[in-house]
Each structure stands twice: as C-alpha cells, then as structure tokens.
C-alpha cells in the first residue's frame, strides 16, 4: 500500500513571495490533516478535511494559509505571502476515518529567508 | 480544550534501563490516547493507541484518567529506541492534538 505522498520535499523562498505544497493522501482515507511543525515543536493542526469539506480550520492564519480539497483525494496548502515564522515542516496526514490512526507523509521543509 | 503536556524535553538513559516517558493531558469527556514516534530520518508513525492495550517494541502506555495521563514505559531500553516521542489526543470528532515531544536518548 503506498504511504501518504508530500511534495516538495524542501522549499526556499524569500519572505512575501508565494508557496505551495501538495499531498496525496493513502487511497480511501477520508480524512487529511494538514500540521505545522517548527523546530523544536509537536505538530500543530492547521487543517482538517472530511472528504472535500473542511472539518476544522480554527488554526489556520487566513490572512495568508488557504487550503483544497476539491476532489475528495489530494489537496494542496498554499502560503501567500509567506513570513519568516512560516519557516517550518508542513505534515500532511491522513486516516480511514476521524477517530483512527493517522498516516503521515515525510513532510515539505519550508525556509523562508 | 484539548491539551497535551510532555515535562520532559529530553531524557537521556542507559542501555538496559528503564524508561518511563510521561504525558498529562486535559479533555473534559473520554479521548483516545496515542503514542506517535520518529525515528531518525523517518516518518511519524504510530507507536500505540491506549484502546488496543498492547505492548508494541516491549513499550506500553496505560491511561489513568484520575491522573489525567498516558505515560509511556518500557523496562529495558534498547539503543534503536532512541527517537522523538510525541502524545497525542483525539477528542472524538474534534482535531488530533500532539504534545511537544520528548527525546529519548538511549546511551550504549
């Protein structure tokens, strides 16, 4: 079974210019889980999707974090413009459902210079 | 809401010790308990849930909800042990929250 797939890996940018990062999440999981996680932190929820809807977001900077899952499968999080507290690993997750185990991907590394 | 404390940054033992990784949690009502680890170069991944009660690696995780804690032990630490350590809170229906993590060092 494939692994919740992230890309990309590592990402350089120069604060206010835009990011993006995508995640294919295992086959059949309904529920993905976007997380930031800075150096030296747990991951913190950004996001949380069941199916095409989004079931919390309470943590997610709206000013400058948007995020899709159009299709139900794969969803990207952009960041626009980016700061220099975005400097982080943004983890996708994903589950079979929204009490199980969590699934994640290697992470995207952002540096923001 | 839903919190999750982990004292310990990091915990240095000996090979052949025991280890006891402690988590503290507050949740009005009954969560689901996780321990997730990421070995060196690795993915975080699932250690145990406290729903399942079993003994994964020779680690096991027991909740005592008086304590409000899920603290993680293991009677001999093994080298490969070493990795970060995070608790984790599902409060059915609400987000996954994950505490800070604790590293655990085992020393030859």
């Known amino acids: 079974e494939a692994g919740v797939a992230q890309s990309p890996r590592y990402k350089i940018i120069e604060k206010r210019q835009s990011v993006a990062f995508w995640c294919n999440p295992i086959?059949?999981?309904?529920?993905l889980y976007w997380y930031q996680q800075i150096l030296g932190q747990g991951p913190k929820l950004l996001i949380q999707?069941?199916?095409?809807?989004?079931?919390?977001d309470s943590q997610l900077p709206k000013d400058r974090f948007s995020a899709e899952r159009l299709k139900g499968v794969d969803s990207t999080l952009k960041i626009q413009p980016a700061k220099l507290e975005d400097s982080a690993v943004y983890l996708c997750?994903?589950?079979?459902?929204?009490?199980?185990?969590?699934?994640f991907g290697e992470g995207s590394r952002l540096t923001v210079l | 809401a839903q919190r999750v404390t982990q004292p310990e940054k990091l915990l240095s033992v000996f090979k052949g010790a025991p280890v006891e990784l402690k988590c503290n949690y507050s949740?009005?009502?009954?969560?689901?308990l996780f321990w997730y680890v990421q070995y060196s170069r690795q993915r975080l991944q699932l250690l145990l849930r406290?729903?399942s009660r079993e003994s994964i690696k020779g680690f096991t995780a027991d909740l005592n909800k008086g304590e409000t804690s899920f603290h993680l032990k293991k009677p001999f630490a093994q080298e490969e042990d070493s990795a970060m350590y995070y608790c984790?809170?599902?409060?059915?229906?609400?987000?996954?929250?994950f505490g800070p993590g604790t590293r655990l060092s085992v020393l030859p």
């Open positions: 997750a994903s589950s079979y459902r929204n009490t199980g185990e969590l699934f």
């Open positions: 086959s059949g999981h309904a529920t």
């Open positions: 999707f069941q199916n095409n809807g989004v079931v919390d």
């Open positions: 949740y009005s009502g009954s969560p689901e």
């Open positions: 406290h729903i």
């Open positions: 984790a809170l599902n409060g059915y229906g609400q987000n996954f929250v």
